[in-house]
């Protein structure tokens, strides 16, 4: 008996009387060397293999976003495929000029928002949601959520989409919807904040990393 | 961070392009990673059921989008059915080439199938309890007799010789649509001495009941002293529920200047002939540009009509408008006169139609 590919989603779903038909999913390819924008020409004339590529190469990126604004692991899937449908839904029209991240972004932003605000009321900031599953965290974890907590949202955004999410910073300037100069002015402002800060001076001031 | 508190978004942009690009050490990105960067990856099961509600999604939307646009497509070529409809009905208005349904005779009941006996339309429909009220066309043998009247006088030289002025369009298509039919059709009629073929005579069913009579009826008009130019009437026959009539013919006047059978419309026949109880409104018209001219009271035109069954067909007629030479509406008075039985009814058997000619004329 051979062991199923945990990388190949089932066909259909165990458990139910009457499965829906199985959607056919193409064989996963972990690397993938074609373009954002290729892959979005491809899915927009109906390549369903084009958009599951787009898929698997950005659901981690917006997984990690959308937990940022959002307080738990359901609402966060919710906030996924939303977003995901809201991509479907203006693949037809869409001419992709940068990494699909800079589309993502301020969708997964404003989508995650909505349901926070529909389902709790309130609009929470990043820091705020992240700090609710600090039990979890290492020390180290908590003293730089706790700063960067403290940061104003603007440069939360650009530090964590610049060092967490690894964008550049046209990527970041593209995705926030502001010039490059103002990503660079707000980068070093939150450096040099926690740069400030004696729990996170060492780690972050570069002469003393050596 | 106290000095960039009141910069406005050019400053900070404008601060940012002298920056240098900001760097991190590594072990300070890979702390933030840590921090925020969720590694949890997700099931496989999960990315099966976010691409399957997707494309779920998807494909309801498009059967949506389907939907609408064939609604849209079938509104859009309604309309313009709708549009090319009203537009061929207005031009064949204005052209004079109006059908039946637009006829000056119009009826809101269809009329049953019935044998076809000629081309063109009927004018006289089959009449019923549903029936609406006559509504006359605009156009009368007046105009038509106008158009003839000043077409002869700009022919040089042309001498009015009583006849029926010979197919000029202008004045054949105004005739049509008094009798509600169009030009070709009055002209194909006009040159025809039988509307009815004999051999139907004898084929209706209703022919067993009973013998075959034929019957006449004269049309009548007085105008006192004044001569009598042009005139049109509307025949109503009326089929009783125990007979049907099986053939009709007409003829002309006994003046020579309406000798001629009058203009009518052969397919209103076939509303009558071979049904029980049937009626239809016949429009007849005729006019004589010539000098000698009829006054007084005068036969302008005969009914001929074969009869099988028991019932009595009616016979009423209604002056529409009789002018004098000079193309104005002259008072007078129409009447129908039923022949008497010792002078035209007989009977006759279908066989004896059938080996004589049906025709009168």
Do not use: C
């Amino acid at each position: 008996m051979s062991t199923p590919d945990p990388g190949q989603p089932p066909l259909h779903f165990t458990g139910e009387p009457d499965p829906p038909a199985p959607i056919k999913f193409p064989a996963r390819k972990e690397e993938d060397g074609r373009g954002d924008a290729l892959l979005v020409s491809l899915a927009s004339r109906g390549d369903d293999e084009a958009f599951m590529a787009l898929y698997r190469r950005h659901k981690n990126f917006v997984m990690n976003v959308a937990r940022r604004f959002t307080r738990d692991e359901s609402e966060a899937l919710d906030v996924l495929q939303d977003t995901f449908a809201y991509l479907l839904k203006r693949l037809p029209d869409l001419r992709l000029t940068a990494k699909l991240s800079t589309f993502l972004y301020p969708a997964v932003k404003n989508i995650a928002l909505t349901i926070r605000r529909k389902d709790r009321g309130v609009a929470l900031t990043p820091s705020h949601d992240r700090a609710l599953d600090s039990a979890a965290d290492s020390p180290l974890s908590v003293d730089i959520k706790a700063l960067i907590a403290n940061l104003p949202e603007g440069q939360q955004e650009v530090l964590l989409l610049r060092f967490v999410d690894d964008l550049s910073l046209r990527e970041v300037a593209a995705a926030l919807g502001i010039p490059v100069g103002t990503v660079k002015s707000r980068l070093h402002q939150a450096i040099a904040t926690l740069r400030e800060d004696p729990r996170t001076r060492a780690l972050f001031d570069l002469e003393e990393s050596g | 961070m106290s000095d960039h508190a009141n910069t406005t978004p050019n400053d900070e942009a404008a601060r940012g392009d002298a920056l240098p690009d900001p760097v991190l050490p590594r072990r300070a990105v890979a702390a933030l990673r840590e921090a925020y960067g969720s590694t949890r990856p997700l099931a496989a099961s999960t990315d099966a059921v976010v691409l399957r509600t997707l494309f779920e999604q998807r494909r309801r939307t498009n059967a949506r989008k389907s939907v609408v646009r064939t609604l849209q497509v079938a509104a859009v070529f309604a309309l313009v059915a709708t549009t090319v409809y009203i537009g061929n009905r207005n031009r064949e208005q204005a052209s004079g080439k109006a059908d039946a349904k637009n006829a000056p005779v119009t009826i809101a009941a269809a009329p049953p199938a019935a044998p076809e006996f000629g081309r063109g339309e009927s004018a006289g429909r089959l009449l019923d309890e549903r029936s609406a009220p006559v509504q006359l066309a605009g156009v009368t043998i007046l105009d038509a007799f106008k158009k003839a009247r000043e077409v002869e006088q700009k022919r040089k030289g042309f001498v009015s010789s009583g006849e029926r002025v010979a197919e000029i369009d202008e004045v054949d298509s105004l005739v049509a649509q008094v009798v509600g039919t169009d030009r070709d059709t009055l002209r194909a009629t006009d040159r025809s001495d039988v509307e009815v073929p004999p051999e139907a005579i004898i084929k209706t069913d209703v022919g067993k009941a009973g013998p075959m009579r034929v019957i006449s009826y004269d049309i009548k008009l007085d105008t006192g002293s004044r001569p009598l130019a042009a005139f049109q009437v509307e025949v109503e026959l009326s089929a009783p529920d125990t007979a049907a009539v099986t053939g009709l013919w007409l003829r002309g006047g006994d003046h020579p200047a309406l000798q001629r059978r009058p203009y009518f419309n052969n397919r209103v026949t076939r509303d009558l002939k071979n049904k029980p109880g049937s009626r239809v409104r016949i429009p007849l018209a005729n006019f004589d540009t010539g000098g000698d001219l009829p006054t007084g009271d005068m036969l302008v035109a005969r009914v001929v009509l074969t009869v099988v069954g028991t019932g009595h067909p009616g016979v009423t007629a209604r002056l529409v408008v009789a002018a004098g030479p000079e193309a104005t509406a002259i008072p007078a008075s129409v009447r129908v006169v039923e022949r008497g039985d010792s002078e035209i009814r007989s009977e006759v058997k279908p066989s004896d139609v059938k080996s004589k000619d049906a025709s009168p004329r």
